[in-house]
């Protein structure tokens, strides 16, 4: 069932698909929309409800208007849907809004399923050059720029028709997103407090600086399990479908 769900100031698309077992939330990266777990829904919801959604500006879900917090549009949703114990999984930004519902309401999440995560407060190094790039991109809302650079950087793996749909769909909210979404707290000194069950999943094919934030995220979340997905850049869902959803189902049981 598709929806749009109210938000503060805005609404989001989801899509909301009953089935038996603990709920399941996927979180989409930053270089595509929900539209990334096409390949594992399938599986997903022979045994799982299953909920996906678009963040504000990306996908389906309309520009923002109003300042808005990507872990407060995940409390509305889940509280819209009537979900109070879920399993997220979270690729890229999606894998650091999770975090930060796992950091401040652990009782709300049953286990972690994070995809190349995204982790605010990591120390990522300066990319000057990449940083002036894309900075003349936007202001020149350059589109076909943007999504070449995106395919450049996170589509190592190909730059297949999935994977440039996913680009077009994210390009969006790159360009107008930023007046109003205001940051979450940074998780990376708190990873250390994270409780639910916990895999962290990256591909040997994305760049050496996600595996680094993967392998650090790891080793600080207790008893976390980690796992390389061979042939898979930033997008493992589309590139390792099977294992991708294999995981869930594990950590879902």
Not at 2 to 14: D, M, S, T
Not at 19 to 46: C, I, Y
Not at 68 to 95: N, P, W
Not at 217 to 239: K, M, N, Q, T, V
């Amino acid at each position: 069932m598709e929806l749009q769900i109210p938000v503060g100031g805005g609404e989001v698309w989801a899509e909301h698909v009953a089935g038996p077992g603990v709920p399941v939330v996927l979180l989409h990266p930053g270089v595509g929309d929900s539209r990334v777990w096409d390949p594992v829904m399938p599986r997903l919801v022979e045994r799982h409800r299953v909920v996906r959604y678009d963040v504000r500006g990306y996908g389906r879900s309309a520009l923002p208007t109003s300042e808005f917090s990507l872990v407060e549009d995940l409390v509305t949703v889940l509280d819209q849907l009537g979900l109070e114990q879920v399993v997220l999984v979270g690729c890229s930004m999606g894998g650091d809004t999770a975090l930060s519902l796992a950091l401040n309401d652990p009782a709300r999440v049953r286990a972690l399923v994070l995809l190349c995560p995204g982790v605010s407060g990591f120390p990522w190094p300066d990319e000057p050059e990449l940083d002036a790039q894309s900075k003349a991109l936007r202001e020149a809302r350059d589109v076909p720029g943007m999504v070449q650079l995106g395919l450049s950087l996170w589509a190592a793996a190909g730059a297949d028709e999935a994977a440039v749909a996913q680009l077009e769909a994210a390009v969006p909210a790159w360009f107008d997103q930023s007046d109003y979404l205001r940051k979450d707290p940074p998780v990376y000194d708190r990873l250390h407090e994270i409780q639910a069950p916990s895999v962290v999943m990256v591909g040997d094919k994305d760049r050496p600086i996600l595996a680094a934030v993967a392998g650090a995220a790891a080793a600080r979340i207790p008893g976390c399990e980690f796992i390389w997905l061979p042939g898979a850049d930033h997008l493992p869902s589309l590139r390792n479908p099977d294992q991708v959803a294999e995981t869930i189902l594990r950590l879902g049981s």
